[in-house]
């Protein structure tokens, strides 16, 4: 069996991978729930801009990139 743990996206590092298990209220909610990221949603990260600049994550197949207080916002479950 998997172990897993349960971070914000954010804390989650290049190349792991998560499983959306909730999003926090606040005023990015629905828009990160627009783009796909709600309960059950896999979820990879995979490149982290310099200079604390946004990172891009795997959703669904498309690239999405996210600054850090709006990953924040994500509950992940990593899977490792």
Known sequence: MAET???TLNQLGIRRK????KVLHGPWYQRLL???LVPDTPVEVLLRAPMSGPVAYRVRG???ALRKSEAAQIVVEEVR
């Open 5 to 7: 743990r349960q971070l």
């Open 62 to 64: 498309f690239c999405i």
């Open 34 to 36: 627009d783009m796909g």
């Open 18 to 21: 998560g499983v959306v298990t």
